[in-house]
């Protein structure tokens, strides 16, 4: 394999410690254990830091593995390394002196429940690179800030973190929360108020240009040119460090007024004893994030009241006994799982056996490895039922023919009489879903043993291991 200069030297071999020395500065640039770049930095300059070809390694690693789509020049994550053997020079050059120029970003919409959607901003490969050095160095840096009530895209930090600080507020009987809206966040954080909080921090005037261009790129939406004037585009890798920094200022503020709370990316509960103190937290932090971020606070959808019911993170809350709170899984979220089982087991949607075992086993793996610290098994026996039925269905049509029908029947053991009326039946596919026809011969058990993997299943191994 061709070798890529000194900036790029090893990008494909294992991660290496390298100590180098920058303006008679000395540096450590090290991969701790939770995959976190360790950066000490003396006097050192943040740049030199970023473009270190250790941290440039790892960063390539990083897009490769992550993969994902294209940028506007449509160069795919399989081409960088051909691109970067043409181009890495030049780059690096362009980085250091300043000329480096970020590309538009690619906006594309996901849809999300009520038939709205979301934008994403999908940058280049190359920008992502560059973008993944600049987050490597800094994460470290602001980690040693970050509030310890923030969850969102940080290590050893997540969803289930979140939700564990929760249930603890909640059983120490703060039980009243402001379930805080930040009106489409992303798309209208302030540039100048970003900046100015990232230059408290990054010292180094190269870096925050660099930040700023991208902040300033643009989007490309279907072949159309937008100025970016606000916001912090969702899908790049520094967008989640970006909006934590902003957001950083709201934990500050919070935990300067004693308040419990615990946020995740922007999804934030403030945590009360009472509806009539919430009403006043509501109101006092609206008016500092309104004023102080420049961010507006949804109004409407901003709640104030009881926890029980309310949805966060997908989980909702409930009491298992007095004073003590549990987990379970909010009924949108159940609904969003029978709407993805039904895409699956369609029985028009032209995939086999094999692919809709398998889809099955990766999507119920994912869902119960997410919800995992719910309390949930008497509600998942009933969806496993209504899976069965589906399973059934699917392969009742499959079955197509009588002579398929009757011999399929014979092989799972029914009758030879039984099994001739059966396939005979004329009745639709739902009704003999439901049928003892099915019933009787297509049990949990059997379906099992063909390859089909249901709930119960899943969740028993996670609370095993």
Not at 103 to 118: D, Y
Not at 274 to 302: G, P
């Amino acid at each position: 394999m061709q070798k890529i200069s000194n900036h790029f030297d090893n990008y494909l071999g294992k991660d290496r410690t390298e100590s180098e020395s920058y303006q008679g500065v000395q540096t450590f640039i090290g991969i701790t254990e939770n995959n976190l770049t360790e950066v000490h930095l003396g006097q050192g300059k943040l740049l030199e830091l970023i473009l270190n070809p250790s941290n440039m390694n790892l960063a390539y690693k990083r897009v490769r593995s992550n993969k994902g789509s294209f940028g506007i020049d449509k160069l795919s994550t399989e081409h960088l390394q051909e691109w970067l053997l043409k181009h890495k020079e030049s780059l690096i050059e362009s980085l250091e002196k300043g000329k480096y120029k970020p590309q538009a970003v690619r906006r594309v919409e996901i849809p999300k429940e009520g038939g709205k959607t979301r934008s994403l901003g999908i940058p280049t490969v190359v920008d992502r690179l560059v973008q993944q050095s600049i987050i490597q160095i800094l994460t470290p840096i602001y980690e040693q800030e970050f509030h310890t009530s923030s969850h969102g895209f940080r290590p050893k930090r997540g969803c289930h973190t979140a939700l564990k600080e929760v249930e603890s507020h909640l059983n120490d009987e703060y039980c009243y929360v402001v379930d805080l809206d930040l009106e489409k966040f992303f798309d209208t954080v302030n540039h100048s108020r970003l900046i100015e909080l990232l230059s408290k921090k990054v010292k180094d005037p190269r870096v925050i240009s660099l930040i700023h261009k991208y902040l300033r790129a643009g989007v490309v939406v279907v072949n159309k040119f937008e100025e970016s004037v606000l916001g912090v585009p969702q899908g790049g890798p520094l967008s989640p460090l970006l909006s934590n920094i902003m957001l950083h200022e709201l934990d500050k503020e919070l935990a300067r007024r004693g308040h419990r709370f615990v946020r995740y990316a922007d999804d934030c509960l403030i945590f009360c004893k009472s509806k009539r103190a919430c009403l006043r937290v509501k109101e006092s932090i609206t008016a500092f994030i309104e004023s102080v971020l420049y961010l507006r606070v949804n109004k409407e959808k901003t709640t104030v009241g009881y926890i029980r019911g309310k949805k966060f993170l997908g989980y909702s809350f409930y009491n298992k006994s007095k004073g003590k709170w549990g987990l379970c899984v909010h009924p949108k979220s159940y609904g969003k799982l029978k709407d993805r089982l039904k895409e699956i087991t369609n029985r028009s949607n032209g995939m086999g056996y094999e692919k809709i075992k398998e889809l099955l086993r990766y999507y119920l793996q994912g869902w119960i490895s997410y919800f995992k610290l719910a309390d949930m098994s008497n509600k998942i026996k009933r969806i496993d039922e209504w899976l069965r039925f589906r399973i059934r269905m699917l392969i009742w049509k499959s079955w197509k023919k009588i002579s398929t029908k009757y011999n399929n029947l014979k092989k799972i053991g029914v009758k030879d009489n039984q099994a001739y009326q059966w396939a005979n039946t004329r009745k639709g596919y739902c009704r003999t879903a439901l049928s003892p026809i099915l019933q009787i011969t297509l049990k949990m058990q059997t379906l099992r043993k063909a390859g089909y993997t249901f709930l119960t299943d899943m969740y028993l191994k996670c609370i095993v291991n």
